[in-house]
């Protein structure tokens, strides 16, 4: 059974910073590419950022720059480091895995973890 938890989450004031985890069990997970994904309240659930197997990386627009994803396979977990965050990266972050070598930035990945709550005050 595939479970991607999400941890790290939190509420930070404006220009602060958050590390998020995924941590992945289930799976082969060298053979994935992980991404992150964002909901805000009333919102679609957007791209964030994303890894593949051999660490290349690739970000929205709103996030390069700020955020940086890694993956250690070792541990099985991607982490996503968000530094200068704003109010309106206020959000449920979500992981997800796709067996894929080729980064993907629609939302059709195979596996969803539950989600962190990251609430940025101004």
């Known amino acids: 059974q595939v479970q991607l938890v999400e941890s790290g989450g939190g509420l930070v004031q404006a220009g602060g910073s958050l590390r998020l985890s995924c941590a992945a069990s289930g799976l082969i997970f060298r053979s994935y590419t992980v991404g992150w994904f964002r909901q805000a309240p009333g919102e679609e659930r957007e791209f964030v950022a994303a890894?593949?197997?051999?660490?290349?990386?690739k970000y929205s627009e709103d996030s390069g720059g700020r955020f940086t994803i890694s993956r250690n396979d070792a541990q099985n977990t991607v982490y996503l480091q968000m530094n200068s965050l704003k109010p309106e990266d206020t959000a449920v972050y979500y992981c997800a895995a796709k067996r894929e070598r080729v980064i993907v930035t629609s939302s059709l990945y195979d596996y969803w973890g539950q989600g962190t709550q990251v609430t940025v005050s101004s």
């Open positions: 890894v593949n197997w051999s660490g290349g990386s």
